[in-house]
């Protein structure tokens, strides 16, 4: 099991920029793909972003392509999500969270196959 710790989250207006970090527990870090995710009130969870276990890989959404920037830093057990240029719809609650398979071939972007997740640090975007 990963233990993971998100934060970085706060209250800013549209236009401006955070960094969300996330710090993981364990010697096997470096071996797990990892994403981000976000709920907002009323709505599903999405994915946002993800890396591969090497940083070689990365994915978006469309919602957030060319803003946003994933990445990871494996000496230091930590993921990072660069947000730029955030707007109001941007305001949920992000999320952290490990793929432990190290036999899948891909970066999923479906929550259920993330075995660990953190508790999540509120983004709010004011406009």
């Known amino acids: 099991q990963v233990q993971l710790v998100e934060s970085g989250g706060g209250l800013v207006q549209a236009g401006a920029s955070l960094r969300l970090s996330c710090a993981a527990s364990?010697?096997?870090?470096?071996?797990?793909?990892m994403g981000w995710f976000r709920q907002a009130p009323g709505k599903e969870r999405e994915s946002v972003a993800a890396i591969s276990w090497s940083g070689g890989y990365t994915y978006y959404s469309d919602s957030v392509k060319g803003r946003f920037t994933i990445s990871r830093d494996n000496a230091k057990n930590a993921v990072y999500l660069q947000m730029n240029s955030l707007k109001p719809e941007d305001t949920a609650v992000y999320y952290c969270?490990?793929?432990?398979?190290?036999?899948?071939?891909?970066?999923?972007?479906?929550?259920?196959?993330?075995?660990?997740w953190g508790q999540g640090t509120q983004v709010t975007v004011s406009s």
């Open positions: 969270a490990a793929d432990r398979n190290r036999y899948r071939v891909y970066v999923s972007v479906d929550g259920r196959d993330y075995d660990d």
């Open positions: 364990g010697r096997t870090f470096s071996s797990y793909n």
